[in-house]
């Protein structure tokens, strides 16, 4: 059977100090998942950032962050988002596919059983499922992404759960260092190997195989 890797990555990986997203780490990042699959793995995604990348696209500082806002932000900052990951996955030959949740998306049995088939068929065909929040319709309905892939990671029945982060935090991201530490406890004592790995760190996905 493949093996099954979940690697959230946070905003503060994929954006610069300057607060534009950062095309030559995902294009790193990108190739350490190539890296990956060539050598068996199954790969899922979880992609923090689209409220940002919404947030600069629509209005760089014009209109307050409520939570209405944010919502919209979401709409714009994920097609933009899901854009450039396909332009930059696609120089190292990989596929992605979007898939946006809810709350009630992974509680719903039909849906979460048509959620784990398209998965299934994704990895199986070499394409690379990428999951993130569907803010536009609850915004934050999981406690961020570390929670969400966390979920993910018990509804697959991944063999490991790897979480790049920076500790920088984001202003429109949720889930400090107490919610990492809680994703790591439950899926480490369900036997899922979870560690958070610093993703600006050249060749942080292939040293964490070695």
Same mark, same amino acid.
């Given at each position: #059977?493949?093996?099954?890797?979940?690697? $959230? @990555?946070?905003?503060?990986?994929?954006?610069?100090?300057? !607060? $534009?997203?950062?095309?030559?780490?995902?294009?790193?990042?990108?190739?350490?998942?190539?890296?990956?699959?060539?050598?068996?793995?199954?790969?899922?995604?979880?992609?923090?950032?689209?409220?940002?990348?919404?947030?600069?696209? #629509?209005?760089?500082?014009?209109? /307050?962050?409520?939570?209405?806002?944010?919502?919209?932000?979401?709409?714009?900052?994920?097609?933009?988002?899901?854009?450039?990951?396909? /332009?930059?996955? %696609? $120089?190292? *030959?990989?596929?992605?596919?979007?898939?946006?949740?809810? *709350? /009630?998306?992974?509680?719903?049995? *039909? $849906?979460?059983?048509?959620?784990?088939?398209?998965?299934?068929?994704?990895?199986?065909? +070499?394409?690379?499922?990428?999951? /993130?929040?569907?803010?536009?319709?609850?915004? =934050? +309905?999981?406690? !961020?992404?570390?929670?969400?892939? !966390?979920?993910?990671?018990?509804?697959?029945?991944?063999?490991?759960?790897?979480?790049?982060?920076?500790?920088?935090?984001?202003?429109?991201?949720?889930? +400090?260092?107490?919610?990492?530490?809680?994703?790591? %406890?439950?899926?480490?004592? %369900?036997?899922?190997?979870?560690?958070?790995?610093?993703?600006?760190?050249? =060749?942080?996905?292939?040293?964490? @195989?070695?």
């Amino acid at each position: #059977m493949v093996k099954i890797v979940v690697i $959230k @990555i946070g905003s503060s990986v994929i954006f610069t100090r300057r !607060g $534009k997203l950062d095309e030559f780490r995902l294009s790193h990042l990108a190739g350490g998942i190539s890296d990956l699959i060539q050598k068996g793995f199954g790969i899922l995604l979880v992609v923090s950032g689209a409220v940002y990348c919404g947030y600069e696209n #629509m209005c760089q500082g014009k209109i /307050n962050i409520s939570q209405e806002n944010r919502q919209a932000f979401a709409g714009v900052g994920q097609a933009y988002l899901t854009a450039q990951l396909v /332009n930059i996955f %696609q $120089k190292k *030959n990989l596929k992605i596919a979007q898939i946006l949740v809810t *709350n /009630n998306d992974l509680a719903d049995r *039909n $849906k979460l059983i048509s959620i784990k088939k398209t998965v299934e068929i994704n990895i199986n065909t +070499g394409i690379i499922p990428v999951f /993130n929040e569907n803010d536009v319709v609850e915004l =934050n +309905g999981f406690g !961020g992404n570390d929670l969400l892939a !966390g979920r993910l990671s018990k509804i697959i029945k991944a063999n490991s759960l790897w979480i790049l982060s920076t500790w920088e935090g984001s202003t429109f991201g949720i889930g +400090g260092k107490a919610t990492k530490d809680e994703v790591i %406890q439950k899926l480490n004592s %369900q036997g899922i190997k979870t560690v958070i790995l610093n993703g600006k760190i050249k =060749n942080v996905l292939s040293k964490n @195989i070695l």
